[in-house]
């Protein structure tokens, strides 16, 4: 007994120290390729340098100040947290409602999934500048054509409806993928929680609020976080589109 308590012991021993060495490798390269840039970042933030000088001098908090009081900032930020929170209404609410759709068992889902997952395969790059000339070409002329006058002018023209334009295009581009993402958690759910739910009389809508987020709501969480800070950081589509 005695010997195989001491084995247990080596063993975990072993196993400590091999996930230990195991561990060093990434914990390097995330030290060297994030951890040290974002420190470095912050430090050159309390410093005037232009990224070209060889000289730099600390300013301490001066650099945050004058981008608190720019307005050209202040205006940044704001239509980058408008655009932030309606788009990520937007995936979890269009992104539930075509999960729910494609989980049905119909003939050809499976061919339609494959197929509603094409626009995913597609850069942001390639899809802003597709949507760049169908809203500064085809959409105009299309409202030449047709004598519609609100079609005539592109949306991203106007600084009124910008944002839809560019909500419309990381829609249209980022769906796909989160839709699966929440298909996959739909389907975790068992079929007799749903078939009991449903034969004791529990109607779809609440079914929908009582058991499917329930079960699903560390995922959508997941999926809300990755959303949010994936489209504040995103400046390539709307750099491309406008």
Known sequence: MKKTTQHQTCLKKDYKRTTMLMSIPGAALYTFFFTFPVCLG????FTDWNKIARTRNFVGFENYINALTDKRFLKAFLFNFRYTILFVLGILILATIIALL???RVKGSTTFRALYFLPALFSSVTVSMIFNQIFFRVI?????????SWLQKSLL??????????LFVALWGALPMQSILILAGLQTIP??????ARLDGCSEPG?????????IKSGF?????????WSWNNYVLPLILI
Do not use: H, R
């Not at 023209?157 to 560019?166: C, L, Q, V, W, Y």
């Open 42 to 45: 912050v430090y050159y933030s």
């Open 102 to 104: 494609l989980n049905q």
């Open 140 to 148: 105009p002329a299309l409202g030449n054509a047709v004598g519609i």
């Open 157 to 166: 023209s106007s600084k009124d409806t910008a944002i839809f334009g560019i």
């Open 191 to 196: 079929d007799e929680l749903l078939e009991s």
């Open 207 to 215: 079914i929908f609020f009582k058991i499917v987020i329930p079960c």
């Open 221 to 229: 969480v997941t999926l809300a976080t990755l959303v949010f800070l």
